[in-house]
């Protein structure tokens, strides 16, 4: 128990720690609001573990966040230790435009509780605060409504809130082991052609809205419509990080590779955009 003692101490849970759907839902929406979406690492090059030590380092005692692979797998490591009983599921993002290829590319929890089975995500980006009762029909969580419906395959489909930066996802219900899910996780960390390599992107959810670094643009969503500002100074790109997302401080050799990668992104980004007339 003492690794768990030190993830529950890094994410601020000094509550009760039982495992039952009181303290789940603490333990998601502490983890959520202190441990942000991030692939700063493998923008720099570095391609995730998914073992328990290398897992428990990055987020424990580096205090970084990660992408889904990583904080899925970790949150879900810290879960079976305090006694609940949790499943691995292989899941799809933009399953519609990529088709059944998609499969794997994200990684969700089921958790078992007294209420019955429990979606939860602490890795989906700008996803909801609590998990989410494995039940078909809507899920409110105001301001936003969530939906979870099943089709005759037996695959069930989230449907992410209107502000969302992606329509959802599909998931499975097979439990599958961590360990499968990190030929993926490696792929999509090093393929030239992954998103998680051609744009830098940090994101966490909030009570009404949602934060999102992407390249050099930090953007507020929420229901009401979208703010959005670049980002002109590296000082400004490192308080950001730091003051906004709760990240530690970067040696400066990492913060100036990361804001450079960043201004590339950035001027790609601008140059793809249709000419305004």
Do not use: K
Request: hydrophobic fraction near 45%.
């Amino acid at each position: 128990m003492i690794e768990a003692t030190e993830y529950l101490a890094r994410i601020g849970h000094a509550g009760p720690v039982r495992p039952d759907s009181g303290t789940l839902a603490a333990l998601h929406r502490a983890h959520l609001a202190t441990v942000p979406y991030e692939n700063l690492g493998i923008q720099l090059g570095r391609v995730p573990a998914l073992t328990r030590d290398a897992l428990y380092r990055r987020i424990v005692g580096e205090r970084r966040g990660g992408f889904c692979f990583e904080l899925n797998g970790a949150f879900g490591l810290l879960l079976t230790e305090l006694g609940f009983p949790v499943r691995f599921v292989s899941a799809a993002v933009n399953r519609l435009r990529d088709g059944e290829s998609a499969w794997g590319n994200h990684l969700a929890l089921l958790v078992g509780t007294e209420r019955g089975p429990m979606l939860a995500d602490v890795g989906f980006g700008d996803g909801f605060l609590a998990p989410l009762p494995l039940a078909i029909g809507s899920h409110r969580q105001p301001p936003f409504e969530f939906q979870l419906r099943r089709d005759l395959a037996g695959v069930w489909h989230l449907v992410h809130h209107q502000a969302g930066a992606a329509p959802g996802f599909e998931f499975r219900t097979d439990a599958l082991e961590l360990a499968e899910f990190a030929p993926r996780c490696t792929a999509l960390a090093t393929d030239p052609a992954s998103p998680y390599l051609r744009t830098l992107l940090v994101q966490q959810p909030r009570a009404d809205h949602s934060l999102s670094l992407r390249a050099r643009s930090l953007t507020r969503s929420a229901l009401a419509g979208r703010e959005t500002r670049e980002l002109t100074e590296i000082d400004e790109f490192a308080a950001v990080l730091v003051d906004e997302f709760g990240l530690p401080a970067l040696p400066p050799d990492e913060l100036a590779a990361l804001w450079r990668r960043a201004g590339a992104q950035q001027t790609a980004w601008h140059a793809a955009q249709p000419a305004r007339r």
